[in-house]
């Protein structure tokens, strides 16, 4: 084969390596025509965007052990049993304080935030009702499969779980599942976040971005995006004063409330509002943009 022959069969075959990649992330594309329309594309957005694949550089936090759902494909993170400590002693008139000793039984984390193309196959089964498609710019789309679901209230959540053969994690788990038992300040560690390792409000997206990205911001245990891209729901109603009573073994929180925990912040949330103790709160009918979930399971 001559040269030249070659080298044309080697710019065909990166071509259409080229191509394929561009079909399958066509999400980027369309992020990057709004962010033209809205005249505030720059070649930093763009240099974020390819940050978040992390190419090149594999997280260290590797699953002790996973398994994968027969039901919507979803990949499970085991957590084991043991002691972590919960909250945070920062600031005494904050939701977050004080920092306490919980003990949990081992389980399942899911690994990512279900995602649109898995929310969808609930749907389809009947199961699950629409993300509000009147509002939903994502859903039922399929250049953004692979975001996470958003629009769903507590409620849907809930169902999906259910439907999945799982629940929503306590709001202990997901805060074990996020920062492991080292007292952490985001799931990676204690440096301060950057566009390598999460979905925050200085990554400029202005919207999530799919669910495996950031793998170098994985938490302690190999579970994705437990800061920043959505809010996630979370099973325990939301009591504001709830750590200075709960118990050491297991909590579910609150037997009543009117609003129910979220956590992990979102791609607008601030620096602070995506460490691994933040919590936030909102009523269990109301769905949003910024609000999505992954569910959990008890280990035998």
Request: neutral net charge; hydrophobic residues 35%.
């Amino acid at each position: 084969m001559t040269k030249r022959k070659t080298l044309f069969w080697t710019l065909s075959v990166v071509l259409l390596i080229i191509s394929i990649v561009s079909v399958l992330n066509l999400d980027i594309g369309l992020r990057t025509w709004r962010a033209v329309q809205e005249e505030r594309f720059s070649t930093l957005l763009l240099r974020y965007e390819l940050a978040a694949f992390n190419i090149g550089r594999p997280s260290s936090n590797v699953p002790m052990d996973t398994k994968v759902s027969t039901v919507d494909g979803m990949t499970q993170v085991y957590i084991p049993k043991g002691e972590f400590i919960m909250g945070d002693n920062g600031n005494p008139n904050l939701k977050e304080y004080p920092e306490h000793p919980i003990y949990l039984d081992a389980f399942w984390m899911d690994k990512y935030e279900v995602s649109n193309a898995m929310y969808e196959k609930c749907v389809k089964s009947g199961k699950c009702f629409e993300p509000v498609p009147r509002l939903n710019p994502f859903y039922g789309k399929w250049a953004y499969r692979n975001l996470p679901v958003v629009y769903v209230n507590w409620y849907a959540a809930e169902m999906y779980c259910a439907w999945a053969g799982r629940r929503l994690p306590t709001e202990a788990e997901w805060e074990k599942a996020a920062r492991g038992t080292d007292a952490r300040y985001f799931p990676w560690g204690n440096s301060k976040a950057n566009p390598r390792l999460a979905n925050f409000s200085e990554t400029m997206f202005l919207e999530s971005l799919p669910v495996t990205r950031y793998p170098l911001g994985a938490s302690p245990y190999g579970v994705l995006n437990m800061a920043g891209n959505v809010r996630e729901w979370v099973a325990d109603w939301f009591g504001n004063r709830y750590y200075f009573e709960s118990p050491h073994e297991n909590p579910t929180g609150p037997e009543t409330g009117t609003e129910r925990s979220l956590r992990g912040g979102a791609y607008d949330a601030v620096l602070d509002d995506i460490s691994t103790f933040r919590r936030f709160k909102h009523e269990p009918d109301s769905a949003g943009l910024s609000r999505g979930f992954r569910c959990a399971e008890s280990a035998d």
